[in-house]
């Protein structure tokens, strides 16, 4: 019989290490660009990776909880290593057969080696950068807006209209708000906003919430993340679904605890407000959604738990 234990498995690898028939092949030592379709009635979507930040958790990340409470929590949901906390990026592109959408962009070129793989994942899927026939930014964070531009600064889809939320674009475009911004976050925040896209001013176009910004995408209020943080219904023949950008963060801390504020939030109370009513409708109407920050390939449905909400994800799958 055979001894399930570790001494036998470990037994069993060096035996396979010091067999003389096995071929050796270099090790990749990075990982893969990331994409994976999906259908929604005639709409193809494809999620693509930019990436995944894996960090110390900082002191503060969940306002209003004790950081050991969070770390053990993070922990018990074996997100990273001691400590730490991961965050992934991973924008969504939108074939509905006539046009080509992307939906936010990745953390563009300038970050680091973590970040910024959406051109790879992008090529890796057959797609170029001139083929995006629209740009939807969900709201003004960089990791949402950094991609629209080139390490040399020029426009990373140079065919493509970009739409921005304009209550997002108003607050972080502002100069008064600039000046008003005393905390290091948002300090931050408002110089990448000045630095990304004022050559942009008068060269892209507003959408408000209830505007459908392409036939079939529809955008929603989802504000408090940040003051015009916009999500998306999308919906093609009898299907539809959510594309919910920066509603939740790591999801088993904020989907899971929708009482738990993060740093990033803008409006902590007013996101909490917000993850609630949209968990309530998603998970009413058991439809599928799609997580910016979400472990990839980011899509899952909600189930209602008493007062709080539980991710169900969605597993590979190799048909459309
Ligand atoms: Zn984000």
């Given at each position: 019989?055979?001894?399930?234990?570790?001494?036998?498995?470990?037994?069993?690898?060096?035996?396979?290490?010091?067999?003389?028939?096995l071929?050796?092949?270099?090790?990749?030592?990075?990982?893969?660009?990331?994409?994976?379709?999906?259908?929604?009635?005639?709409f193809?979507?494809?999620?693509?990776?930019?990436?995944?930040?894996?960090?110390?958790?900082?002191?503060?990340?969940?306002?209003?909880?004790?950081?050991?409470?969070?770390?053990?929590?993070?922990?018990?949901?074996?997100?990273?290593g001691?400590?730490?906390?991961?965050?992934?990026?991973?924008?969504?592109?939108?074939?509905?057969?006539?046009?080509?959408?992307l939906?936010?962009?990745?953390?563009?070129?300038?970050?680091?080696?973590?970040?910024?793989?959406?051109?790879?994942?992008?090529?890796?899927?057959?797609i170029?950068?001139?083929?995006?026939?629209?740009?939807?930014?969900?709201?003004?964070?960089?990791?949402?807006?950094?991609?629209?531009?080139?390490?040399?600064?020029?426009?990373?889809?140079?065919?493509?209209?970009?739409?921005?939320?304009?209550?997002?674009?108003?607050?972080?475009?502002?100069?008064?708000?600039?000046?008003?911004?005393?905390?290091?976050?948002?300090?931050?925040?408002?110089?990448?906003?000045?630095?990304?896209?004022?050559?942009?001013t008068?060269?892209?176009?507003?959408?408000?919430?209830?505007?459908?910004?392409?036939?079939?995408?529809?955008?929603?209020?989802?504000?408090?993340?940040?003051?015009?943080?916009?999500?998306?219904?999308?919906?093609?023949?009898?299907?539809?679904?959510?594309?919910?950008?920066?509603?939740?963060?790591?999801?088993?801390?904020?989907?899971?605890?929708?009482?738990?504020?993060?740093?990033y939030?803008?409006?902590?109370?007013?996101?909490?407000?917000?993850?609630?009513?949209?968990?309530?409708?998603?998970?009413?109407?058991?439809?599928?959604?799609?997580?910016?920050?979400?472990?990839?390939?980011?899509l899952?449905?909600?189930?209602?738990?008493?007062?709080?909400?539980?991710?169900?994800?969605?597993?590979?799958?190799?048909?459309?």
């Open positions: 019989m055979t001894q399930l234990s570790r001494r036998a498995l470990l037994t069993g690898a060096a035996a396979l290490a010091a067999s003389p028939a071929a050796s092949a270099p090790l990749a030592g990075k990982q893969a660009p990331g994409y994976y379709r999906y259908k929604l009635g005639d193809e979507l494809t999620q693509l990776a930019d990436g995944a930040a894996t960090f110390a958790m900082p002191d503060n990340f969940v306002a209003n909880v004790p950081k050991d409470k969070a770390l053990a929590e993070a922990a018990r949901n074996f997100i990273a001691p400590g730490q906390i991961r965050v992934p990026f991973s924008p969504v592109l939108i074939n509905t057969g006539s046009k080509l959408v939906i936010d962009t990745g953390y563009g070129p300038n970050i680091g080696p973590v970040v910024g793989h959406l051109p790879a994942s992008l090529a890796a899927a057959g170029t950068p001139d083929q995006i026939d629209t740009v939807v930014i969900s709201h003004l964070h960089p990791d949402h807006i950094n991609g629209l531009k080139t390490k040399d600064g020029g426009l990373a889809f140079p065919k493509a209209e970009i739409m921005m939320p304009e209550n997002d674009w108003k607050f972080w475009m502002s100069d008064e708000n600039a000046a008003k911004a005393n905390d290091p976050v948002n300090k931050a925040y408002f110089a990448n906003t000045r630095k990304v896209l004022s050559d942009l008068g060269k892209v176009t507003m959408y408000t919430p209830g505007k459908e910004v392409v036939s079939g995408i529809t955008a929603i209020d989802t504000a408090g993340h940040t003051p015009g943080h916009c999500s998306f219904a999308v919906a093609s023949g009898k299907s539809s679904m959510f594309v919910q950008c920066d509603v939740t963060n790591i999801p088993a801390f904020f989907l899971s605890h929708p009482d738990w504020h993060v740093i939030d803008h409006d902590a109370n007013q996101a909490e407000r917000t993850r609630r009513k949209f968990y309530d409708m998603v998970a009413k109407e058991k439809s599928l959604i799609v997580g910016y920050h979400f472990p990839f390939p980011c899952g449905h909600v189930e209602k738990v008493g007062k709080n909400y539980r991710l169900i994800p969605v597993g590979w799958s190799d048909m459309l």
